[in-house]
């Protein structure tokens, strides 16, 4: 009896611990994630990141959106026919305007790989019979490259900076990027519906 007990306590202690630790490891995530997002901006280590309670956007007209993102083209022009599509639908003239500059923007849309997250993964769509389910003698395996694209929705605040939305995806390099697209969409959504 005394065992079980004891196993019992060293089990509960165990678990508490777990519990009692987890919001420490995330917010020691979230500040390495702020310092990644300033880095990646050009903005001072100071700069003040926190997490939005609701998505709502700022009220200015037209609503300034700086489009910030890395190597992959295809992202900041898929954000830019989001942006061309509302206007177009939006009836009372340019409601999203893009700007060229940070210190410009009302809404700041970024994009951007992890690096040390990229890796060489076998494609092996190619050495498969479709109508079996079964690999093919002589087929063949490309490598492709895969890795972390995170994506956030910001808006500039009085101190700094409120995330609206964020995001991490595994994703094939050299693909078309919808995933800020979607992510600005979904607030564009949200925000018309309040």
Not at 42 to 62: G, W
Not at 63 to 78: M, Q
Not at 120 to 126: A, C, G, Q, T, V
Request: charged share 25%; aromatic share 6%; net charge positive.
């Amino acid at each position: 009896m005394r065992i079980r007990s004891q196993t019992w306590h060293g089990v509960a202690l165990a678990t508490c611990t777990i519990v009692l630790a987890l919001p420490i490891l995330a917010g020691a995530q979230d500040q390495q994630e702020f310092e990644r997002l300033s880095k990646f901006l050009s903005l001072p280590a100071a700069t003040v990141f926190e997490r939005a309670e609701n998505d709502t956007l700022p009220i200015a007209k037209p609503l300034r959106v700086f489009v910030a993102t890395d190597a992959e083209p295809t992202a900041g022009d898929r954000v830019r026919e989001l942006i061309a599509h509302a206007n177009r639908d939006g009836g009372g003239g340019p409601g999203l305007v893009e700007v060229r500059t940070l210190g410009e923007a009302d809404v700041v849309l970024v994009q951007f790989e992890a690096q040390e997250k990229r890796r060489i993964e076998p494609d092996n769509r190619l050495t498969m019979d479709p109508s079996l389910g079964t690999r093919t003698q002589g087929g063949r395996t490309d490598p492709v490259y895969r890795s972390e694209i995170r994506s956030y929705v910001l808006v500039r605040t009085g101190h700094g900076y409120r995330i609206l939305n964020g995001n991490k995806r595994s994703a094939k390099l050299g693909g078309r990027r919808d995933e800020l697209r979607n992510a600005f969409s979904k607030v564009i959504k949200r925000g018309n519906a309040h």
